[in-house]
T-cell receptor, first 117, second 116 residues
């Protein structure tokens, strides 16, 4: 079965610092990739997604992610974080041509990001 | 657009009783909905995939007789936790697959179930 790994479980950084969260997956076929964010007390919201085309995708709130097929990675970045970016971030993968055909997502364990003022 | 609601947001029930949680797509039709369980400080664990008009597909290790899923319409899926026990206490989240040929999922706000 395919798996999704997020390398950092907990990240603490100061406002204006740059953020990069790692995400790797194990499936060798075609994938659809997502980053979701869960702010404290709120439901999951889509930050950005990659289906095909330009491997550098831009999402909401200044986030971007780069799909590197050879590395099976989809890392999330933000050049300058704000206190309001404090949240939990989840990477998710849909593997086409598998039992994920109904659109099932495999989620990573999540990374808790805390931005200090 | 693409709003998903869940009801109730919070429920407390006694051990041995059953609880029903509703998941609705408010402004789009969702042929496929998903039910997740989220433990504190952990990721989402997919419980089952719910397709309108057919039986749900459960993930390995999830008891289908305990977690009954009904996707009776294109905008409503329900999860019934039968004969609930304290270990069923958790945060249950539903999502709906977006309209068209998209694999994007839209998530509900979740239901906090506490079994006493």
């Amino acid at each position: 079965a395919q798996s999704v790994s997020q390398h950092n479980h907990h990240v603490i950084l100061s406002e204006a610092a740059s953020l990069e969260l790692g995400c790797n997956y194990s499936y060798g076929g075609t994938v659809n990739l997502f980053w979701y964010v869960q702010y404290p007390g709120q439901h999951l919201q889509l930050l950005l997604k990659y289906f095909s085309g330009d491997p550098l995708v831009k999402g909401i709130k200044g986030f971007e992610a780069e799909f590197i097929k050879s590395k099976f990675s989809f890392n999330l970045r933000k050049p300058s974080v704000q206190w309001s970016d404090t949240a939990e971030y989840f990477c998710a993968v849909n593997a086409e041509g598998t039992t994920d055909s109904w659109g099932k997502l495999q989620f990573g364990a999540g990374t808790q990001v805390v931005v200090t003022p | 657009g693409a709003v998903v609601s869940q009801h109730p947001s919070r429920v407390i029930c006694k051990s041995g009783t059953s609880v029903k949680i509703e998941c609705r797509s408010l402004d789009f039709q969702a042929t496929t909905m998903f039910w997740y369980r989220q433990f504190p400080k952990q990721s989402l664990m997919l419980m089952a995939t719910s397709n309108e008009g057919s039986k749900a597909t459960y993930e390995q290790g999830v008891e289908k007789d305990k977690f009954l899923i009904n996707h009776a319409s294109l905008t409503l899926s329900t999860l019934t936790v039968t004969s609930a026990h304290p270990e069923d206490s958790s945060f249950y989240i539903c999502s709906a697959r977006g309209p068209g040929r998209t694999y994007e999922q839209y998530f509900g706000p979740g239901t906090r179930l506490t079994v006493t």
